[in-house]
Nanobody, 123 residues
Framework: QVQLVESGGGLVQAGGSLRLSCAAS???????MAWFRQGPGKEREFVAG????????DYANSVKGRFTISRDNPKNTLYLQMNSLKPEDTAVYYC?????????????????WGRGTQVTVSS
């Protein structure tokens, strides 16, 4: 059983930065991890993922060059560094995990989810 707890969300002005964290209990190093987000009235969408084996990462086009995903296996923690934030990045951000090395963009491939952390970017 994996439990995920996100932190680090908040209110920031456009152009600012935030760093999200996701603390995992249970198996971590063998799980591919990802961040998803859900804005008001929108579907939950893939933001970034990092594989279990070699820490290969992948990003949604909308965040490439601005967001960086990383993981610290000894600390069982996933991170998302978000720079140059835009109002359209406003959403609840969720941490998710799946067993295996493939980074997949569909939420239905992920077995475990945190409760989310709110990120609000003001213009």
């Amino acid at each position: 059983q994996v439990q995920l707890v996100e932190s680090g969300g908040g209110l920031v002005q456009a152009g600012g930065s935030l760093r999200l964290s996701c603390a995992a209990s249970g198996p971590f190093s063998s799980y591919t991890m990802a961040w998803f987000r859900q804005g008001p009235g929108k579907e939950r969408e893939f933001v970034a993922g990092i594989s279990a084996i070699d820490a290969t990462s992948d990003y949604a086009n909308s965040v490439k060059g601005r967001f960086t995903i990383s993981r610290d296996n000894p600390k069982n923690t996933l991170y998302l560094q978000m720079n140059s934030l835009k109002p359209e990045d406003t959403a609840v951000y969720y941490c998710a995990s799946k067993y295996g090395s493939a980074i997949l963009g569909s939420r239905y491939n992920y077995n475990y989810w945190g409760r989310g952390t709110q990120v609000t970017v003001s213009s």
